[in-house]
Structures are given as C-alpha cells and as structure tokens.
C-alpha cells in the first residue's frame, strides 16, 4: 500500500535494524486474560527474522529450532511462552464463542518461473502465534481510544442473516443449533466436528465462512455502543497492527498518536464515517482483484483437463449463480448446468467443460 520504501524497508521490522514504533504491552494472566495493557512509543529491533513453517515445526517437535532463533540468547525460550500465551489466548476466545475455522487458501507453486500448481496454504502454530497476539493487541487499542474519548474505526461482523443456512448444514451433520445466531452455540459445534471429522472440516469451514458475510468498518462515538465482531466474539474489536499494508490500521495509528500526545482527534466523526464506507468498499474491490488472480491461475493449470471428473463443494448461490470448488488444485468455479436445488454447504461431483485463461473462466457441469 505505502511507497516501496516505506512498506519494505522504514515500515518494516528488518532484522538487526532499529524501528520506531507503536508497543501495544499486554499482561496475560495464566487463564488466558489480559490483566493490564499499557500503549506506548518506542524504539525496537528486531533480533531474527523467522519463518512461519519452520518455527511451527519446531513448536511441534517436527523439526529443529530455526538458525536465527537458535543463535540468538534466549530466543528459544521466548518463542515457547510466546506460544504458550497464544494457546492460553485462544482457550479464552474459544470458551467466549470465538470461531475456529480452518479455510484453505490457494497458494501459487512455481518450477522454474511456471505455474506448477496451487497447494492450500494451511494454518500452523506459529501462524496462531502471531493471530491471537494481533486479536488481543486489536482490543486492546479499541478499549484505548474509547477510554480516550476518542472515536475509531471499529471492524464489524453482523450477526449472519444465513443463520438459517447454518442451523440446516448443523442438521445435517446430526448436529444441534439454536434458532437464533448463537456464536457459542457454533464455536462448540466447530470444535466437535474438528475432532469428528478432521479431513472434511476445512470445507465446512468454507461454507461457514460463506454464510456469516462480509466484515466491515464502522464509525464508533465514544460512549456509543459497539456492533462487535460476530466472528470473534469480542465488543470492542480494531484492525491497528498492519498499518504499512492496510488502509484502516493506518487511520487507526494516526487516532492512537493523537490520543498518545493527548492532541485533539486526527480526523472529524463525519471523515471518519466517510472513511469506514471507502476502507470496506476498496478491501471488497481488492478481494475481487484476488480472486480474479487465482482464477486466472486456476484456469490455466486447469485448460488441459477438459472433460474430467472433481468432488466439489458450493461455495456461493444466489440469483446470479452457483459456484463450486475443488480441491486438486484449489481453485473456484461456475456451476453452469445441474445446479437446481443447491445451496452453499452441498456436496456434488462435477465435471469440467471449459476454461478460459484471460478472464479467469472455470465452467463446470453437475455429473450424473
């Protein structure tokens, strides 16, 4: 988002490099609460610069401890309660009704600069690591700016007008939920299928996902109350930890200093409403220019397999059409005849017909 310059190297926290930045220090009893939190400008370096794979296989005991972690004085030690922080973390949201959802995102794999196939990139411990810090980290600036009388940009999630949808795929499964949206009541349910069904969870994760809708921005008033985040099951809930990559972190930042320097807001309420409609109408724009990236990708891994056989599952249905999605390779498509009667969540076997590689056109046809 930021020049080249910023993003990659005065916004960033290279290794060995002092950094000015925004600490956002948190106290984490051992049940998993935030007892304190404290906001505060610093200056920081970073000590190693790690890997998400290999720090989680190592947590795991699957692999050894990363170089840079191993050559540095008590590293080691750090990342183990660092990670035993985060798991205390993520006991507390999913006992307050956060979701636990395990989606399976296309990751490009290349062999000698060509396209070789999309493998899933999938969620590890590491990964969690840095996810229930950012959660908490989130809050807490939130609960900052409202203590401060300040207004923010609060990241939402309604309760999902699908819910209906939800309580039937439940249903199906042999599975109870209540009429109303409950996100205890689902937060349970995941668990319980998670551990029933490990292999088939990340699709029902997707068609999760599907039906709780969009997140969005919203303005916030002091004193007002918070819409919440469905999702996360938390009141106050920001987005403020990627502001060199993320329009809305960087707002959220410049609020922070102001209420830091005890200065007036950066931004009146009126910009601010202006703002949250833009942030959540551009994050909805780029989420279609992803899209479309891996459409083209899947397309073109997929133009020599013409006329063969995938299980796939909706992910979308509405008056505009059905979408369905295989698994080898990752990759969506439009469900161009035999879809009658389905529904985000349905299983089907589906047979490919046609591809086009420059508008990312994947078309399949129920098989019989």
Known sequence: MLPERLSTDLTSLAEDQERLSVVIE?????????????????????????????????????????AR?????????????QDGTA????RVRREQGALGLSTIEARAVYDGGVLADLKPDEDNRAKELIEYFMIAANAVVAQ???????????????????????VELARGLGDRLP???????????????????PAQFPDLS????????????????????????????????????APNRR??????????????????????????????????????????????????????????RIGQQFDALVTGASEKGVWVRIRQPVAEGRLVKGFEGLDVGDALRVQLTHTDVEHGYIDFVRAR
Not at 87 to 90: C, D, G, I, R, S
Not at 181 to 193: E, G, H, M, T, W
Not at 255 to 276: C, I, Q, T, V
Request: proline share 4%; with cysteine.
């Open 26 to 66: 948190m106290t984490i009893a051992a049940d998993g609460a935030v007892a304190a939190s404290d906001i505060y400008r610093a200056v920081v370096r970073n000590r190693a610069k790690l890997a998400y794979d290999s720090v989680a296989a190592w947590l795991l005991g699957t692999g050894p401890a990363p």
């Open 206 to 241: 997707v068609s999760i996902v599907k039906l709780l809708g969009a997140g969005e921005y919203v303005l916030k008033r002091p004193g007002q109350p918070a819409e919440g985040h469905f999702g996360l099951a938390v009141d106050d809930y920001t987005h403020a930890t």
């Open 87 to 90: 798991q205390a973390l993520k």
């Open 179 to 197: 009429a109303a949206p409950d996100a205890r009541a689902l937060s349970a349910f995941l668990v319980r299928r998670q551990q029933a069904a």
């Open 247 to 304: 329009f809305p972190d960087l707002i959220t930042q410049r609020l922070l200093k102001g209420a830091l320097a005890g200065r007036s807001a950066s931004y009146s309420d009126e910009e601010l409403l202006s703002l949250a409609a833009r942030c959540t109408e551009q994050e909805g724009n780029a989420a279609k220019v992803e899209r479309q990236v891996r459409k083209c990708a899947a397309a073109m891994l997929l133009e020599s």
């Open 144 to 166: 900052y700016l409202e203590r401060r009388g300040s207004a923010s940009l609060r990241r939402v999630l309604r309760k999902p007008e699908r819910w209906g949808r939800i």
């Open 69 to 81: 972690a191993a050559s540095v004085s008590g590293m080691e030690q750090q990342l183990r309660i």
